[in-house]
């Protein structure tokens, strides 16, 4: 079964940002969608920490954050039949989410 | 591990408030921007990391570390070694070298740092500096974790305004770089009106939830009790003031049990059981409004607990002393005018001599000041046209306030009595 990779995007606009309320409600809403594709969801997928560095024509800054409207906040690892499928398991993850989602090669 | 689902109610914004507290006395109020930033990082952390991987045993612990550790690298980041740094990095470097259990260390850390930091930050939010309208909005913001969208809904406004309120705060309390530890006990009294003033205001809030699918929220108002507790027990908050508006949240905190029923529905005041009062909350009420009776000054708190207390000491709803709850308007009206005021006076005015007493009375509410985008307003004026049969008006007010309306206890509310309304006689079925 192919696949694919969930990228989830979050904006650096900390006036999107959810309240700790939200943000309560979202923590359930997301377990609730991890059980249900527990059978599509496979190990690996992980959040990313804040802040980074970046290495780009051998300089190495800090980044990739600073000016970026969207940072990639977190990743997972679907399998999934096509991209029909894999895009209706992403519909149905909860918040405000920029998804870009991704075929693996699989040429390792 | 336990599931995302384990964790108590309203922790993430119970949380927020608490280590905002404590990250602003490290790190001093002139970073209150940096403190709710990483305190908020740490927060979408913690969601990321535990709908994955299970909560981990002890949350609140593990918020504290990485909000800390977030403070540290930013400061690094930004090179200026800040007294604060050495402080948080000092904490860190204990807890790695961590002599045996290094969770006892931090849960003595805690004891020992939390104490009085959420009071603390409400007087720093309600530093004289700060412009009057900003403060509630910082407080809100900053010890409530609330977003700017909520503060704007329980402020009657938009949420450019409450941003430009709360960015307004912060760049004074930055420039003037007040202090988080000492202020003199002559400011914390100059300060005191502000801080009652954010109690009341979270105490309301957790009463009239403005949007989402809880009626009460109980955690709010007792936060709000908590803190004028502990208030009241410190020498600047013994005072008749707090004495009273302790009284009132308690007098209102007893009718929460029966202000739902059993399916989370709204009861209005007339079919509440009143044996489901929670008469202890009542008696404690009774405590603080004897001791709030001293001095010569009546505050609206005084007045507002008196008119609590009248509902509380009806042995039903007919018994009501609807006079003597009409006078304590009047004279609230007069100390605090408010059309919200006006709007329990008219209350008063429609149980004491009809319903069109109380129409006549909102009616001369000068229309500049209605609250026209107060769901409450309408929803009473749509009983008053309904205990007079005026089923068609009162299903156009019902609809106004059903339209501003977005909490769901309130909405299913509205609907019920929607529901019940009837053509009117006689008027032509296209009204």
Redesign the interface.
Known sequence: MPKYLFIFR?STD??S????????I???Q??AW?QKFSASILPG???L???GRLLKGGIVT?GPYVEAKEFV??FSLIQADNYDAAVAIARECPGDNVIEIRELGGYA | MN???D?V?????H??GRLVAVLTRSLGVRRLELVE?VV??A??????????RGVPEDPAGWLYRTARN?AI?ALR?ERTHAQALPRLAEDAEREAAGSGDPRRALEAHFADEIGDEPLRLLFVCCHEAVPAESRVALALKTLC??????IARALLTTDANV?KRIERARDRLRELDVDFDTPAAAQLGARLDAVLAVVYLLFSQGCHVTH?DMPIRRDLCAEARRLARMLAAQSVGDVPTVHALLALMCFHAARFDARVDLDGAIVLLEEQDRSAWNWSDVREGMAWLARSAVGDELTRYHVEAGIAWEHCRAPTFADTDWRRIAELYDTLDRIAPSPLHALGRAVAEANLHGPQAGLERLAAVPPESVPARYPGWHAVIGELHFRLGRHSAAERAWREALRLTTARADRDFLRRRLAICRPDIGEPAND
């Not at chain 2, 974790?145 to 909520?150: D, M, P, W």
């Open positions: 979050h900390p006036q940002r959810p309240s700790p309320e939200e943000m309560q979202l923590g359930g997301w377990y991890m997928g992980d959040g920490k804040p802040g800090d906040a977190s | 599931e995302p689902r964790l109610e309203h922790f993430f914004r949380e927020f930033d908020q990082a927060l979408v952390q913690a969601l990321e990391t535990w709908s994955r977030l690298d980041r974790g609330f977003s700017t969208a909520e941003q989402g």
